[in-house]
């Protein structure tokens, strides 16, 4: 088990233009600078292989939290990839994943699609869902020891969103591998079974609980 340890904190100012100064003293309101506190020495266990679930509001600081983890974890010499970093090359999707055409079929599957349509098609002729599962199967087919994905699911319908987040974290522990995501939406937690739930709250405000498979 490692034990992470975060803070952020950053300092915000308004710039002071004459319509600012005007607003201001029309609306009593002060200008001097804010210290804003989002993660206050926030320690954080994640053992490898754990499912880590980040759940907050639009920027309450969940993305943040991604970031900052997955970076101490590059840092200790485990290979991270990083969903939404990942390149789709504009050949058939069936040359894009696997070694065999069985490997790639396998894979395409667990990430949701099982369409030969799709198979032959390039990413270019894809929806936005069909590509985001595509770059979940590149996850899944690579060598890395974290995988992360920042809204995770968001341009997925909510059925698919929940039948992908179940074959990925099943495939996740099956490898051994740290699947770590961050999201609005509270419907995926059945389906993932968290080993770790962090849920942001505005300010520096953290509930941390642990999955029963701990």
Request: net charge negative; no cysteine; glycine share 8%.
């Amino acid at each position: 088990m490692t034990v992470y340890t975060i803070n952020r904190k950053f300092t915000t100012s308004v710039e002071r233009t004459p319509r600012v100064l005007e607003i201001a003293e029309g609306f009593g309101l002060g200008l001097s600078d804010k210290e804003f506190v989002v993660y206050d020495n926030l320690k954080l266990e994640v053992d490898q292989g754990d499912v880590v679930a980040i759940i907050g509001q639009s920027g309450s600081g969940k993305s943040l939290l991604l970031k900052d983890l997955s970076a101490q974890m590059a840092g200790q010499g485990l290979k991270v990839a990083d969903l939404n970093k990942v390149e789709l090359e504009e050949r058939p999707v069936i040359e894009l994943v696997g070694e065999t055409i069985g490997e790639a079929t396998d894979l395409l599957a667990k990430a949701g699609i099982s369409d030969a349509w799709i198979y032959i098609r390039k990413p270019s002729e894809l929806s936005d869902g069909q590509r985001y599962r595509l770059k979940l199967a590149h996850l899944m087919a690579s060598d890395a020891d974290v995988w992360i994905a920042d809204e995770f699911g968001a341009v997925l319908d909510r059925v698919t969103a929940r039948v992908v987040a179940f074959s990925m974290q099943k495939v996740a522990r099956r490898l051994g591998k740290t699947f770590m995501i961050a999201t609005t939406h509270t419907d995926l937690l059945n389906e993932l079974g968290p080993s770790l739930t962090i849920t942001k709250r505005f300010r520096e405000k953290v509930e941390v609980e642990i999955g029963g498979d701990r």
